[in-house]
């Protein structure tokens, strides 16, 4: 999609408000107004953004501004009643490994999302097993020989804390191993697009971050000889993923109610969300 090629970053305060829409007879004559407010989950920000130029297109008087400052912020912007959906990378409606519930609030389900361990071009790196990946992210290794690699110090980049992601792939990824959290070769990031670029742009550095932010600029590597594939996540051979959580103040309602509704249709599960690289709900039955 070409909006989102141009996308290498997203800041803290990037917001996009979507515009006006002179639509079809059908969209022109829809009555549903409203504004929606998202904030929260920067790897579900693609989701949202493409989700709302679609529903703008069908209600014309609904105005939908999406930003992204990492899971942690939906729930707590919709606490504040400054959003009102809160983008979430876990259930933010149940305690989770450092982060209470947020009491009152409702956790819609909207998309499965692979991440992947992702490194620079120069490493030659291709696939790296469990105990690897928990000893790099931990210091233990720190040259890029130790694992197959080139002679190269280690670079790592990791999520700031209240990153969905980094939740998902240190449990998942590192089975719960610990970060770590200085150092002259390692980086912290605040959003899944600025750990695209600095994985991108910084020589035989290491990262992790949801496919659909995925380059071949990059290698996204294999754990354990299984490859960070959406059949592999349906398949269940492939395990660092999640469910994505619009919550919300109680149970949605109005323009809010009628566009998470959309998200979770069939039309758009099966449409532009794989196309995303995103995996429908419905997919993992048993889950």
Known sequence: MKWFGKMTTITLAATLLLGSYSGSATAAASKLSGKIVINGSSALLPLSLQAASEFKKLHPKVRISASAAGSVTGPQSVRKGIADIGACD??????????KKFDGQVANKVAVIPF??????STGVTELSTKELQDIFSGKVTNWKEVGGKDADIVVVNRAFGSGT?????????KGTDFISK???????????????????TPNAIGYIDLVYVTDKMNAVKIDNV???TDNVINGKYKVWSYG?????????????????????AKFQNGSLKKL??????AMKGE
């Open 90 to 99: 876990w259930d933010a409606s149940t305690d989770v490994p450092g982060f």
């Open 116 to 121: 992947a361990a992702i490194v620079n071009k």
């Open 166 to 174: 980094r939740v998902n792939f240190q449990l998942k990824a590192l």
């Open 183 to 201: 150092g002259d070769n390692y980086k912290e990031v605040k959003s899944s697009g600025d750990m695209k670029t600095a994985v991108e742009t």
């Open 227 to 229: 490859a960070p594939t």
């Open 245 to 265: 959580y619009y919550m919300t103040k109680g149970q949605p309602t109005g323009a809010t109610k009628s566009f998470i509704e959309y998200i979770q249709s």
């Open 277 to 282: 690289k995103f995996i429908p709900i419905t």
